[in-house]
Structures are given as C-alpha cells and as structure tokens.
C-alpha cells in the first residue's frame, strides 16, 4: 500500500456541500457575554439557521422559529 493511498479521503465538492446542508440543516446558537465585577456590559445573543425551506419548515417549531398551527405569527 503506497504512502497516497493510505492518506486519501473521498473529496467533497461544494455542490454535495451545500446540498447535505440544505437537506439536513444547519443550526448555530451563539451566546456571548462580557461581565466587569459582576455587571453584563455586552450581551451578544445570536441564532443561525441555514436548510432548505422544507428542512426549516419541518423544525422550524422545535426551535422557536415558528408559530405553531392555527396561531397567527406576531
């Protein structure tokens, strides 16, 4: 077995990238804070989703994003 075959891995191009992405979702939940002797003084809170539209829509309830049926979205 040659040294190349031992280190190669399947390459991913960006199409199979970005379409495992929109298939399967993408969520990033950030919170960030920078306290002085126990005062906040900068509070960061941030939410990321990146899917396709029927992804979002299949969980967009279980992560807060949406109203749930028959509530009309504020």
């Excluded at 077995?1 to 031992?6: D, T």
Aim: charged share 20%.
């Amino acid at each position: 077995m040659s040294q190349q075959q031992m280190y190669s891995r399947p390459m991913l191009n960006i199409y199979d990238l970005v379409d495992r992405v929109l298939d399967k979702g993408l969520v990033i939940d950030a919170n960030l804070s920078v306290s002085l002797v126990g005062i906040e003084i900068l509070v960061i809170r941030a939410r990321i989703v990146v899917s396709g539209i029927d992804t979002f829509l299949r969980y967009a309830s279980a992560l807060g994003l949406a109203a749930p049926p028959g509530i009309p979205a504020k």
